[in-house]
């Protein structure tokens, strides 16, 4: 079956920099598009960013765009999240997804990881 499994999270101090990542099974990874998205306490699960099948196209959420970078490694089916300049407001729980579709939205999101907490402190 699908895995996604997402690590490196953590805690870290505002301005900091953490990098998750996922990895993938069960799919072909090449076919699919990935995407991370986070759900902070008492709100509802947000895209962060989103990268093309090959890599060739990515797309952001404004609240990250310039501090946080996807990208992914088809030959050993991994996506990456580099996340800089981290703030208290970036600490969620973050979620590894992966869809057919060229989509910011997350219902259109097929597969889903576990998530992984990042805590960034003030």
């Known amino acids: 079956q699908v895995q996604l499994v997402e690590s490196g999270g953590g805690l870290v101090q505002a301005g900091g920099s953490l990098r998750l990542s996922c990895a993938a099974s069960?799919?072909?990874?090449?076919?699919?598009?990935m995407g991370w998205f986070r759900q902070a306490p008492g709100k509802e699960r947000e895209f962060v960013a989103r990268?093309?099948?090959?890599?060739?196209?990515?797309s952001y959420a404004d609240s990250v765009k310039g501090r946080f970078t996807i990208s992914r490694d088809n030959a050993k089916n991994m996506v990456y999240l580099q996340m800089n300049s981290l703030k208290p407001e970036d600490t969620a729980v973050y979620y590894c997804?992966?869809?057919?579709?060229?989509?910011?939205?997350?219902?259109?999101?097929?597969?889903w990881g576990q998530g992984t907490q990042v805590t960034v402190s003030s």
């Open positions: 997804a992966a869809t057919k579709y060229s989509t910011t939205d997350q219902f259109n999101y097929d597969y």
């Open positions: 069960g799919l072909t990874f090449g076919n699919n598009n």
């Open positions: 990268i093309s099948r090959y890599g060739t196209s990515t």
